[in-house]
């Protein structure tokens, strides 16, 4: 089946930082999204990203469909954007599911 | 526009009982999937109903169902609770296929059996 591979499955910043997450998938993909899992366990929609660039605030996203991977970059971080972050995608072809990477757990220090 | 409701939030039960949970989606939504997290096997597909059809199971045994009404709202039945079974379980909506729109989350059931 599909895999999906985020990387790197841990990051620390200090607040202010940068970051770049990345999710490689292994076959072609209707729909790709990013998700952010709040301490309560809900996912929470950042980006629904089968092809092109969003931004929505210091959040923007890249997915290069043809080379199978996608991007997600957090400017001047947060504590609040701690958490995990999870990039899932619909194989094309296939049932229509999601397919969950393992996450990167971002943690953002004062 | 209300989102993805799961009731209830919190379940604790016994080894052996049944389980039932519900899921109400975003409204005009027709397709719901539910989807099962633990700390080892991450986040898992375990079926997805649209218009009342169950289209797509996960690799899930059996004692796992579901069923969706004519108002959208979905259930999940899990029979013979294992300590397995304890995990976070997702509900999401999508307007119509998973795979050609995006998918909405509900804020999950966490259920502990013990």
């Known amino acids: 089946g599909i895999q999906v591979e985020q990387s790197p499955p841990d990051l620390i910043l200090q607040e202010g930082a940068n970051s770049t997450l990345r999710c490689n998938f292994s076959?072609?993909?209707?729909?790709l999204q990013w998700f952010h899992q709040n301490p309560w366990g809900q996912l929470i929609n950042l980006f629904y990203?089968?092809?092109g660039t969003k931004q929505n605030g210091r959040l923007s996203a890249t997915t290069v469909a043809t080379e199978r991977y996608s991007l997600l970059y957090i400017s001047s971080s947060q504590t609040t954007d701690s958490g995990v972050y999870f990039c899932?995608?619909?194989?094309?072809?296939?049932?229509?599911?999601?397919?969950f990477g393992k996450g990167t757990k971002l943690t953002v220090n004062p | 526009k209300a989102g993805v409701t799961q009731t209830p939030r919190y379940l604790i039960k016994t080894r052996g009982q049944q389980v039932t949970l519900s899921c109400s989606p975003i409204?005009?939504?027709?397709?719901v999937s539910w989807y099962q997290q633990t700390p080892g096997q991450g986040l898992q597909f375990l079926f997805e109903?649209?218009?009342?059809?169950?289209?797509n199971k996960g690799n899930f045994p059996g004692r796992f169902s579901g069923r969706q009404f004519s108002n959208s709202r979905s259930e999940m039945n899990v029979s013979t609770l294992e300590l397995g079974d304890s995990a976070l379980y997702l509900c999401?909506?999508?307007?119509?296929?998973?795979?050609?729109?995006?998918?909405?989350f509900g804020q999950g059931t966490r259920l502990t059996v013990v």
């Open positions: 076959d072609s993909v209707n729909n």
């Open positions: 899932a995608v619909v194989l094309q072809g296939g049932s229509e599911k999601l397919v």
């Open positions: 409204s005009g939504h027709r397709s």
């Open positions: 999401a909506s999508s307007s119509i296929a998973t795979g050609y729109t995006e998918a909405f």
């Open positions: 990203i089968p092809s």
């Open positions: 109903y649209f218009s009342e059809t169950q289209r």
